[in-house]
């Protein structure tokens, strides 16, 4: 069993749930009939899948409580609507079992699943999928099933009401669905309903049990009823003035019904166009700001980065060339050593950034120190000793090697050190060939100065390692940092030129830069200049927020502007809505006047001059629909010439009469037939009107409709048969209502009615002279269906039908083969069958009596006379009651027995009365 929850939009306050079952009589007999309400799920596929609300064929307990609605397309929108709103409605607060065949699982989940897509489609088709237990998504493209006349006016549509059968009919408390989908309960609600002011029957008006009080007239125009109508639930009216004055405001402050007011379109369109227009320039504006103070950045980055490294390329000279100098008075042969000593000396008291000279010589590829001096004082102020030097070069020995292959080499010598410094290693020259190399360690003063902070770029300088050798932040200096994994630094080592630039995202540091190099042109070093666009483009960014600032302001200041200016407009239109609603209520005498000078102003009085026009024609229109049925009216005031000029249609033929009403108009007085004609001609027109029959006329009892003409009808012929079956069971009901409150005669109280149907071509149109013309259907078919109405006298039955109406209801109504016959007037033999009726109400013993008589008739057509008799016989036994038609076979038979027809017969019996 699958339980869905009360989050169904449509059951929100009941729960259903889905169970299966064999489809055999012995697996209802457990069933508890007392809890909730029961739908059987049925299904076909006629093209496209169908689904119905109904028993199965063999019945069901007549005491249970379930929901009856006939087959209907999955693809049809509007009765998938009708439905699940008529569901909502019964089945409020109770539980709804849906017993399911066993194979249908997946379609009946679909058919649910699709009720809550088409009750509320903006819920998530994935949501209802998912609920459902189905995969994919429900498609909202699905078929229309309203059809189009000629003129592309659509037709209108009804559909068969939605009833709960059971226990409820047996306490009378039934449950009846209106034409437009109402609701009613018989015990609870008819004592609110009353009859209209106009009826002709004043003798029944204070009736609480009247079966029209269970009936909403599906006409448009209710003019066009007899005189018998009924009237809704009293409710108290609201005064003319409170309604008006409700609409106006309604409608004044833009809370129609419209999705978008006038007012708000404007303010709308003049936002989105000042937004887009302020927008666009704030974008340009800033994109060129921001492009030039770029430019500038850029230029000036590499600016910094050539001076600074220009500066620090001479100061680096000069150490080199002084280190030179002491080289050689160190290397200098002959030099007496005093003089050498004062010579050192008096080089560290004048340059004290150096610290450290060494000279050393290759042996076996590594370092070998010949001599080297000491800043004595220098040692003296600090705490670091000769053995520290000694540490940086033997740390650094493998690079400052390379100075034996003829390079210079700079290294970053701080790690050790409290003060940051380098060291310079260079070939020198002794005895004429470079076999030396000189190596220095200088205090970083020298050339620290070039590198500290004096705006919001940053410039430091790296060797050809990546290692910094001069920063800002000394701490990377003293911890010899490697930034060769750094952008800008990478590309740098890289390139091949001395001097560029980039833009970059540093991950590390999580912004974006700006930067540029200069290479020193000495042992590969370079200085580097960035900036972060964060800070460089502050001003950029202020300026944007300024300007949205300035927008938002100049915005605001718009909408006000536009508000008041728009009143203007909107105001007038506004009226012009009212006044439309109050001719949509049929109010034509508006209180308007122009009260401007401009296009509304003449709109509006257009629009009064259109009121008083749409006055005449619907006085025209009450009248015609007083007379003629309000369809052919509608479509008469649409195209008259094309109803004048008539078509050769697809239509079905209704004809319909009351037996022996001869006898009943003898013996009523004239008001009380008046008043049953009435009564019995509302009650079926009614049903003739809710399922889209139009009246031709009424002559005398008789009715003549038709289907299918002047606007399309889609399954006409289905439609028909719903409405012939619904009328004999009204009819019933009529009957008992009549009988139980004594009403009329004795004979009106069993009063029975004929219907003949047919479906073909026929003629239909306007037919008359110029003067007085009526719209009306002729030919064959037409004539066919009278005299089955007609034949269904000698038969016995309510409603006779052809082969045609047959083939499009055998889904859902049952039929009876009754004859073969030949009608005056027609050459061709003709199949008529008997209507019974719905497949979902109709009894067992019906049912099966129905299949006897066609088993005798088909023995009959065989000319077993015996057989047939019995069969017949057996048949009327089946049925319970008088069958006139058996009777009538069996007859026929007795007397083909006594004079027997030829083996040519061809078992057709030819009618010599209409």
């Known amino acids: 069993m699958i339980e869905i929850s009360a989050e169904i939009p449509f059951l929100r306050t009941s729960k259903l749930s889905f169970l299966f079952w064999d489809e055999s009589p012995g697996s209802l007999e457990t069933w ?5 309400i029961t739908i059987f799920f049925q299904t076909r596929r006629a093209g496209e899948l169908e689904f119905r609300f109904g028993p199965p064929l063999w019945g069901i307990p007549q005491e249970t409580n379930r929901f009856e609605f006939p087959f209907v397309s999955i693809h049809n929108i509007s009765a998938n609507k009708y439905l699940a709103s008529e569901l909502s409605k019964l089945g409020e607060n109770k539980t709804i079992f849906v017993l399911i065949p066993k194979g249908l699982e997946l379609e009946a989940r679909s058919v649910f699943a699709r009720l809550e897509y088409l009750w509320d489609d903006k819920i998530s088709p994935d949501r209802i999928t998912h609920k459902f237990g189905l995969t994919g998504k ?15 006016k659509k037709s209108r549509t009804s559909f068969p009401p939605l009833e709960i059968v059971g226990k409820s009919r047996q306490k009378k408390e039934n449950v009846l669905v209106s034409a437009n989908g109402a609701s009613l309960d018989s015990k609870e609600e008819t004592s609110d309903l009353e009859y209209s002011e106009d009826t002709v029957s004043p003798s029944h008006d204070d009736s609480p049990n009247h079966p029209y009080d269970l009936i909403e007239s599906s006409f448009s125009e209710p003019e066009s009823l007899p005189t018998t109508t009924v009237q809704k639930e009293t409710l108290p009216e609201p005064k ?19 999705k978008f007011s006038l007012q708000l379109k404007m303010m709308g369109v003049i936002s989105f166009l000042f937004a887009l227009s302020v927008s666009v320039i704030i974008f340009f504006a800033s994109f060129y700001f921001k492009r030039s103070i770029e430019l500038q950045l850029r230029d000036n980055n590499i600016r910094i980065a050539e001076i600074i490294g220009s500066k620090v390329k001479s100061d680096i000279l000069g150490v080199v060339e002084k280190g030179r100098q002491i080289a050689i008075t160190l290397t200098t042969q002959g030099l007496p050593e005093a003089e050498r000593k004062l010579l050192i000396k008096t080089f560290f008291q004048n340059d004290q950034e150096f610290i450290y000279l060494g000279i050393f010589e290759r042996k076996e590829n590594t370092l070998t120190m010949k001599r080297e001096v000491f800043n004595e004082e220098e040692l003296k102020k600090s705490s670091v000793t000769e ?4 540490n940086v070069v033997n740390r650094n020995r493998d690079a400052l090697a390379e100075a034996f292959n003829g390079q210079t080499v700079l290294l970053n010598s701080s790690p050790g050190f409290q003060e940051p410094s380098f060291a310079i290693a260079i070939p020198t020259a002794e005895n004429g060939e470079l076999d030396n190399a000189l190596v220095m360690i200088v205090k970083l003063n020298k050339i620290i100065g070039a590198f500290s902070k004096k705006g919001i770029e940053t410039t430091f300088m790296v060797n050809g390692n990546g290692t910094v050798l001069a920063h800002p932040k000394e701490d990377l200096i003293l911890a010899a940092t490697d930034l060769a994994s750094m952008p800008i630094v990478k590309s740098m080592l890289t390139s091949a030129p001395n001097t560029g630039q980039m833009s970059y995202l540093d991950e590390e540091l999580g912004s974006s830069y700006l930067g540029s190099f200069q290479k020193i042109g000495f042992a590969d070093a370079g200085v580097i200049t960035i900036v972060s666009e964060e800070k460089a483009f502050a001003d950029v960014y202020k300026s944007q927020k300024t300007n949205l600032y300035i927008a938002g302001i100049g915005l605001c200041s718009a909408l006000i502007f536009v ?23 049929g109010n034509f005498k508006i209180g308007i006047k122009p009260t401007t000078q401009d296009e509304v102003g003449l709109l509006t009085k257009y629009f009064i001059d259109m009121g008083q026009g749409l006055e005449e024609r619907e006085k025209v229109k009450n009248i015609l629909g007083s007379m003629i049925d309000p369809v052919v009216v509608q479509e008469a005031m649409v195209d008259l010439a094309a109803l004048k000029r008539g078509s050769e249609t697809h239509i079905t033929a209704f004809f319909s009469d009351v037996a022996s009403f001869s006898t009943i108009s003898e013996q009523l007085k004239s008001a009380d037939l008046a008043a049953l004609l009435n009564e019995y001609l509302s009650a079926m027109t009614i049903l003739l009107k809710k399922h889209e029959g139009v009246l031709d006329k009424y ?3 008789a009715i003549v409709g038709i289907f299918n003409a002047p606007v399309p009808v889609l399954d006409h012929e289905l439609k028909a048969a719903r409405a012939s079956v619904d009328m004999v069971m009204k009819l019933a009901e009529l009957r008992e209502y009549w009988t139980k409150n004594n009403l009329y005669s004795k004979e009106a109280q069993v009063m029975d009615a004929r219907i003949g149907l047919n479906s073909g071509p026929a003629k239909v149109g306007f037919m008359g002279t110029d003067a007085l013309a009526s719209y009306t259907m002729m030919g064959d078919t037409v004539n066919l269906a009278a005299r089955l109405e007609a034949a269904g006298k000698d038969y016995g039955v309510n409603i006779l039908i052809t082969d045609p109406i047959r083939d499009s209801i055998q889904e859902e109504m049952v039929t009876r083969y009754l004859d073969l016959v030949r009608v005056k007037g027609k050459n061709e033999p003709v199949k008529i069958h008997e209507l019974i009726g719905y497949r979902s109400i109709i009894t067992p013993n019906f049912l099966e009596a129905s299949q006897i008589y066609e088993s005798g008739f088909n023995a009959y057509l065989e000319q077993n006379w015996n057989a047939a008799i019995k069969f017949f016989t057996d048949s009327e036994k089946a049925k319970g009651e008088k069958d006139k038609s058996s009777r009538m076979l069996i007859e026929r038979c007795e007397e083909y027995k006594l004079n027997p027809p030829g083996s040519d017969w061809d078992g057709v019996f030819t009618r010599t009365h209409k």
Do not use: C, M, R, Y
């Open 32 to 36: 508890d009939w007392n809890e909730g």
């Open 138 to 152: 429900i498609s909202s493209g699905v078929e229309s099933v309203s059809t189009q006349t000629t003129n592309g």
């Open 240 to 258: 003319p003035e409170e309604v008006k004055e409700t609409t106006d405001s309604h409608l004044l402050d833009g809370s129609s019904n419209t």
């Open 387 to 390: 053995e520290d030097f000694h």
């Open 563 to 585: 508000f008041f200016f728009s009143k203007t407009i909107t105001k007038p239109v506004l009226q012009l809505l009212t006044a439309t609603l109050e001719i949509a209520k």
């Open 699 to 701: 002559i005398g009892d």
